[in-house]
């Protein structure tokens, strides 16, 4: 609904401060909780190895979205 950009989605991942750590953008046909994939991979693992703990909103539950997480390392 509040979406201004047709087409288009951003999968962000911050960190506490609200710092950018990866940004993935992708059609927007393509699901949320697939979308976690593109953005939990093993580059921003290995990039990243100090981050423990991951926060989302509902639009990425499910086993797709824990899946792709635990593939990429341990969060």
Known sequence: ?????????YH???????????????VANLQ????????????TRALFPF???IFADAGYQGPRA???ARRSGRW
């Open 1 to 9: 609904a509040g979406k201004k950009i047709k087409g288009v989605k």
């Open 12 to 26: 962000v991942l911050v960190d506490t401060l609200g710092l950018l750590l990866s940004i993935v953008v992708h």
């Open 32 to 43: 949320d909780r697939d979308g976690a994939a593109l953005v939990l991979d093993r580059r």
């Open 51 to 53: 981050l423990g703990t």
């Open 66 to 68: 824990a899946s792709a």
